[in-house]
């Protein structure tokens, strides 16, 4: 969506930025009458914190599919205030919007087993995730369980599905070269194809998926051949899988 950024309080005059803040209130007086300045630029990428302290207390006391709803609820809302264009600028798919997408699905599969069904190794890797996902980290491709590769697969599709969204309406109005417009509808097939096999491709895979969305939006928003080249590269590997 396209929103004036700069906002100024009717009451008290204090301008201040939308996009910092995320509120029209004012931040100096919280008086809600407000109106928008300067030009109208893309916006996507709300004021979000992904808060996990209090389901992390929940640990020792709660049963496990209670802390994991907590902390897919958490999650999910986080992701739904993100996006990946803050003030007309493309951003990177970023640590923290990937850890939260991965610790919703995770956590859904968690709530959803019956305890018997559950693995040590799972449960392990659930609360290594609800440990390290607010400070923007996730675990390494090589520690994901057999179990739960589904649940990030599916997780990183979406989340490539949501930033070449965004790249999408950033590039509006904007003529592509053949070969950028042709790495950028592969990228949307590939995640297709993820999503409707749920997810289950290796870890590995749906690295590279993510690895070939960062540098699309590189190239994309940088110039950068080399990122384009590689982009091309993972995709065409992607290919062949």
Do not use: N
Request: with cysteine.
């Amino acid at each position: 969506m396209k929103i004036r950024g700069e906002r100024e309080c009717t009451d008290c005059g204090t301008r201040w930025s939308y996009y910092e803040t995320g509120s029209v209130g004012c931040p100096a007086c919280s008086s809600l009458r407000s109106v928008g300045t300067g030009e109208r630029t893309e916006h996507t990428d709300l004021d979000a914190a992904l808060e996990l302290t209090e389901v992390r207390g929940l640990i020792d006391d709660a049963p496990l599919e209670e802390v994991a709803e907590r902390a897919a609820e958490e999650a999910r809302s986080y992701v739904r205030r993100r996006g990946f264009v803050r003030g007309g600028d493309l951003i990177d798919l970023d640590e923290s919007y990937l850890a939260a997408a991965e610790l919703r699905y995770v956590a859904d599969v968690l709530a959803r087993t019956p305890s018997h069904e559950r693995t040590d190794e799972g449960e392990l890797y659930f609360v290594s995730l609800l440990r390290d996902a607010d400070g923007g980290e996730r675990p390494p491709v090589a520690e994901v369980p057999h179990g739960l590769a589904m649940a990030r697969g599916l997780a990183y599709a979406e989340a490539v599905r949501e930033y070449r969204r965004d790249v999408r309406s950033w590039l509006e109005g904007r003529e592509l070269a053949p070969d950028e417009r042709g790495a950028l509808d592969s990228l949307g097939e590939h995640v297709t194809r993820i999503r409707m096999l749920d997810g289950d491709v290796s870890p590995q895979i749906a690295e590279r998926l993510v690895e070939t969305a960062r540098d699309l939006g590189r190239a994309l928003r940088d110039g950068d051949e080399v990122a384009l080249a590689r982009a091309e590269d993972r995709l065409e590997a992607l290919d062949d899988v």
